[in-house]
């Protein structure tokens, strides 16, 4: 079954860390880019970072840039975001999505066909 | 703020026809990028609804549709159904930012 299997809930202190993760099934990992995406309660999507399985780099979103580290594992075919510094308004729920397709010259973009079922990161003293 | 601008809301009868509209800039919608479109239903997680413009993936019905021009995108929705209540969302890229943006999301209602 083609599926991402996001961990569990996770609570922490602010100025704690988190690490995520998300485990890719039924397809060739190496094949498709793993992005992560947060929604703060009754808020928007916000695309944090994107990781590219096969070679291990990353972009990330600048508001996140020195607080967010993407990794991936090729041998269980997971990835792991780590977000840092943690203050309240990181609390959200936080997916991820493959894409087949980063984006060319003619400006043909990855989407996201893929997408875990989430995992909310609450962060309060 | 998001760079992709959405109407927070819009609304209609059972069978009328909707539409939402995305609004970007030179740099993302009008660079020109491809514009996807996201259904999420509550608690859920996002769907791909519209790829690259005006494609619909497997198993979307017809009645949702996608179109794009200049920096500006827009998705309809024809035979609106009291299924199709949910949070729409634009996607886009941008060149200034260097990532994915998203729209901040239309709640449609079927009245």
């Known amino acids: 079954q083609v599926q991402l299997v996001q961990s569990g809930a996770e609570a922490r202190k602010p100025g704690a860390s988190v690490k995520l993760s998300c485990k890719a099934s039924?397809?060739?990992?190496?094949?498709?880019?793993i992005h992560w995406v947060r929604q703060a309660p009754g808020q928007g999507l916000e695309w944090m970072g994107v990781?590219?399985?096969?070679?291990?780099?990353?972009n990330h979103a600048q508001r996140f840039q020195g607080r967010v580290t993407l990794t991936r594992d090729t041998s269980t075919s997971a990835v792991s975001m780590e977000l840092s510094s943690l203050r309240s308004e990181d609390t959200a729920v936080y997916y991820c999505?493959?894409?087949?397709?980063?984006?060319?010259?003619?400006?043909?973009?990855?989407?996201?066909?893929?997408w875990g079922r989430g995992t909310l990161v609450t962060v309060s003293s | 703020q998001s760079v992709l601008t959405q109407p927070p809301s819009v609304s209609g009868a059972p069978g009328q026809r909707v539409t939402i509209s995305c609004t970007g800039s030179?740099?993302?919608?009008?660079?020109?990028?491809?514009v996807h479109w996201y259904q999420q239903l509550p608690g859920t997680a996002p769907k791909l609804l519209i790829f690259r413009n005006n494609y619909r993936p497997s198993g979307v019905p017809d009645r949702f549709s996608g179109s794009k021009s200049g920096t500006s995108a827009s998705l309809a929705i024809n035979g609106l159904q009291a299924e199709d209540e949910a949070d729409y969302y634009c996607q886009s890229y941008d060149s200034d930012l260097i990532g994915w943006v998203f729209g901040g999301g239309t709640k449609l209602t079927v009245l």
């Open positions: 030179g740099s993302n919608i009008g660079a020109p990028f491809d």
């Open positions: 999505a493959r894409s087949d397709y980063y984006y060319d010259p003619s400006g043909h973009l990855g989407y996201f066909d893929l």
């Open positions: 039924g397809y060739t990992f190496s094949d498709y880019y």
């Open positions: 990781i590219n399985p096969l070679g291990g780099s990353t």
